[in-house]
Nanobody
């Protein structure tokens, strides 16, 4: 059973930065999603592993960057200029299709999920 493990969450003040990491398995398209209290889980960013294409939610464009470290087989989410509304549990997810070339924002396209890491941004 594939396990994804996120790390890097924490408590920061508004305007500060965090970097989340996810130990992946294989060369799949990967995504980050988040879920705030009393809200549905939502798409944050995705990376097409074979193409390098990226996709971002409008709310994080220009502030967040998704990338990969091939040597460590991990993906990361660099989060700058954090806002209190970014507070959520962040999940790493792996696309269900090993040959999918794009960066899908669709949650049901992902079938492997990490346990989540908490990000809290204080004002």
């Amino acid at each position: 059973q594939v396990q994804l493990v996120e790390s890097g969450g924490g408590l920061v003040q508004a305007g500060e930065s965090l970097r989340l990491s996810c130990a992946a398995s294989g060369r799949y398209a990967m995504g980050w999603f988040r879920q705030a209290p009393a809200k549905e889980r939502e798409f944050v960013a995705a990376l097409g592993w074979t193409t390098g294409s990226t996709n971002y939610a409008d709310s994080v464009k220009g502030r967040f960057t998704i990338g990969r470290d091939n040597a460590k087989n991990t993906i990361y989410l660099r989060m700058n200029s954090l806002k209190p509304e970014d507070t959520a549990v962040y999940y790493c997810a792996r696309h269900r299709n090993p040959f999918y070339p794009g960066a899908s924002p669709v949650e049901r396209d992902y079938d492997r999920w990490g346990q989540g890491t908490q990000v809290t941004v204080s004002s």
